[in-house]
């Protein structure tokens, strides 16, 4: 995946999607949980907040999908998002600086979530001084 500066990541707790482009060239890679959890519902009275535990070795494959990616963006439609922003937090920090954005973005098909993420990047290249 050599030459592709931006990245864009779709999370949720059963799949990433990751998507490596430029303007005119795509690739993209599916990551899928060992053991994707069942969806859990809290009770009353039990012990527990009613949430799945946080899958590091899933989190640790999408991360290594993402490889060095300079531009990411991250996109899904619950916490999944969040739980891998926290893990590159925790367990690869040089990759933050790499995070353009987070998205509330439920489940689009590949070439709508393609054009958002060139659409995105388009305005923040815009925005940023080039390096």
């Known amino acids: 995946m050599t030459g592709h500066n931006h990245s ?13 482009f430029t303007a005119d060239e795509v ?8 053991d994707p959890h069942v969806h859990v519902h809290h009770k009353a009275n039990a012990i527990g907040n009613g949430h799945a ?19 990411i963006l991250i996109a899904g439609p619950g916490v999944a998002k969040t739980a891998l922003v926290k893990y590159i937090a925790r367990h690869a920090p040089t990759m933050m600086a790499h995070i353009a954005g987070v998205e509330t973005v439920d489940h689009p098909a590949d070439g709508v979530l393609l054009a958002h993420a060139r659409s995105y990047f388009k305005a923040a290249d815009l925005m940023s001084a080039q390096k």
Do not use: C, M, Q, Y
């Not at 864009?8 to 490596?20: L, T």
């Not at 690739?27 to 060992?34: H, Q």
């Open 8 to 20: 864009v990541v779709w999370i949720d707790h059963h799949e990433a999607r990751i998507f490596h």
């Open 27 to 34: 690739d993209s890679l599916t990551v899928r949980p060992n």
């Open 53 to 71: 535990p946080e899958d590091k070795a899933f989190l640790s494959a999408v991360v290594d999908a993402i490889g060095g990616s300079k531009a």
